[in-house]
């Protein structure tokens, strides 16, 4: 079973004053609990403030994507209402929603007092994480082969999971882009693709397959054709459109039907 993870915000009195000390914890298994200390209003009890959510979020955050709380940007877009004023032996709950923990995320936080929970809402934050990744070094056109100076290494913040980027530019090296990006773009896995074998005009050589007989005769490529995909060819003997899969780069196998 996948262990579900808590990040709670331990209100605690020292003598300095009322801190925030953050620790994560989990149900079903323990673990160590980093701490942070964030300042609070002097007194005995006090309101719910953004810079507690942000802090708890961002721990939280932090721990699930094993990246360090510098690294992260939290900002957010509504904040808890009618909740009363917090005592120092409250614990704030912080949970993730569905959505996933990056870009605009919904987060679930809690008031618990003892085994009580006694306030809960819906929170929406907006987390950026920095990282380092393969940038567009100039403006990209859609079906450009990317070699090693189109890509420049810089570290930016991402709103998108971090297994969408490649860890070294050498990984996009050779790949063809989907879609045109603009200088400075993050390029990620999902806007590359693989180069075609065959090109769209190519002439290459029709392989027919049955039984124990095989033909072969001249086709004209109608599109783009890449390894094992289906690909549209003129026969150019007798001018009709067949398909058939790509074999190598020179060579397709026509789907008898």
């Known amino acids: 079973m996948r262990m579900r993870r808590l990040l709670y915000i331990m209100l605690i009195l020292s003598e300095m004053g009322p801190y925030a000390a953050i620790a994560s914890d989990c149900i079903g298994a323990c673990a160590d609990t980093p701490q942070a200390a964030v300042r609070m209003t002097e ?16 721990t939280y ?6 990246v360090k709380e510098s690294e992260l940007k939290v900002k957010l877009t509504n904040m808890p209402s009618l909740w009363g004023s917090i005592s120092p032996e409250d614990i704030l709950e912080v949970k993730e929603g569905s959505q996933g923990l990056l870009g605009r995320s919904a987060f679930l936080v809690s008031i618990r007092r003892g085994l009580k929970t006694v306030a809960s809402q819906w929170v929406t934050a907006e987390v950026l994480v920095r990282q380092e990744v393969a940038l567009a070094a100039a403006s990209l056109k859609r079906h450009h082969l990317i070699n090693r100076g189109d890509l420049t290494l810089q570290a930016v913040y991402l709103s998108r999971p971090l297994e969408l980027y490649a860890e070294a530019p050498e990984a996009l090296v050779g790949k063809r882009m989907v879609r045109s990006v603009d200088q400075g773009v993050p390029i990620s896995m999902d806007i590359v693709e693989e180069a075609p074998l065959i090109y769209k005009g190519d002439r290459v050589s029709l392989l027919i397959q049955e039984g124990g007989f095989s033909i072969s005769t001249i086709g004209l490529a109608k599109e783009d054709g890449f390894l094992g995909r289906q ?27």
Do not use: C, H, W
């Not at 007194?43 to 961002?58: A, H, N």
């Not at 955050?61 to 094993?66: D, I, K, P, T, V």
């Open 43 to 58: 007194g005995p009890s006090f309101g719910l403030s953004e810079m507690m959510l942000i802090s708890g979020i961002r």
């Open 61 to 66: 955050a932090a721990q699930r994507l094993s």
């Open 231 to 257: 690909i549209a060819v003129m026969n150019l003997d007798s001018k009709k459109v067949v398909y058939g899969r790509v074999q190598d780069a020179a060579t397709v196998k026509i789907t008898l039907r």
